[in-house]
């Protein structure tokens, strides 16, 4: 680094110091409770008006169903004469009852989407939230004052509504193209159908938890979330879920599903600050519900990845099989080992055959009985 280098990052990191006590002196000044307030009734269509006895007694439902719902969409639980509730609260639990009186949903199918909405959608809010607040941060001429920042409010929420809406009817008709996909191949039901599933962690994040700082990590975690979402994406795959380190991905095909693993491998070595991954495959049945899965196709994908190391690829007998004969795949056998469910667990290393030298590919491709 030549002096003027240095000069400059020291200019900058002065800066940005001086911008952040600037923002935190603007919003130190702000009546952070009457912005959430006047939020509230922005989002929710008017200020809180009823209880949750009003409610049922205006929607014309029994007091414990309203209860049941709220408590199913994560909520806590409020007292009777607590008034929590608005407008938009009595027109969705109208729609709820208007899909039961349809016929469309009973009782516990209603629970069962009320907690699945309630789920998902606290994790996208909190997600959202974070990003407006950041997004607010670096504007401080929008954080001068309280009109100001309800102003961005107002612009920016319906933007974020609409794209929301839009992600969510295209994800809807492809799990439907799915399940036409599934019923042409003579799959019984949609929520038992075959899969290819992975499992990828950080390898010694929980160390890099020790050492990084926060912004660190957030930048660690931010590049992994980025790269498997565009990787499994590519290759026609689907995120699961994320837990922290690991994400687990799901594709139609073992072969998908492999390729998959191997780009994935292949990018996280080329992005800088992330560690090396470990990656788990099994190809079999899954039971499908609520958008998760479940089953021993799934507990073995994550016991591989227990097994894998860093940069490795593990791979159970399902995949083996079925990537058997492709000249993309070099499959190496490994000694069965006894993991958590499963006494004698089989498994192969996956690697791409151009990462192979021919002879040890002669030697090690479809390796599967020993």
Known sequence: MTPDDASADLAASENADQVADSVAGIVAELDI?????????????????????????????????????????????????????????????????GLQEAGLADTATQVAMSRLLGQTFARLASSQGQLLINLLLQQPDVLASEDAIMEAFVRLTPMMQHLQDYVWRRQLIAYFTRVAAYASAEVTTPTLVPMA?????????????RRATEAELDQVLEAFESLTTEVVGAHNGRIVKTIGDEVLFLADTPTDCA???????????RTDGLPPLRVGLAAGQVVTRLGDVYGSTVNIASRLTSLSRPGWILVDRGMADALAGDDRFVLRSR???????????????????????????????????R
């Open 335 to 369: 000694r069965p080992e006894s993991v958590r469910g499963f006494h004698h667990l089989r498994q192969w290393r996956l690697k791409a055959a151009t990462d192979v030298a021919p002879e040890a590919r002669r030697r090690g491709h479809n390796n599967r009985g």
């Open 197 to 209: 599933v992975g499992f990828a962690d950080m390898s010694g994040f929980t160390s890099l938890t």
């Open 33 to 97: 409770a009457d912005l959430v307030e006047r939020a509230e009734e922005q989002m929710l269509g008017g200020p809180r008006r009823y209880t949750r006895l009003q409610v049922a007694e205006m929607v014309g439902v029994d007091q414990e169903i309203t209860q049941s719902l709220w408590r199913s969409l994560g909520f806590p639980s409020v007292a009777d004469d607590e008034v929590v509730f608005t407008d938009a609260d009595v027109t969705a639990l109208r729609f709820v009852v």
């Open 259 to 269: 390729l998959l693993a191997l780009e994935l491998l292949e990018r996280a070595e």
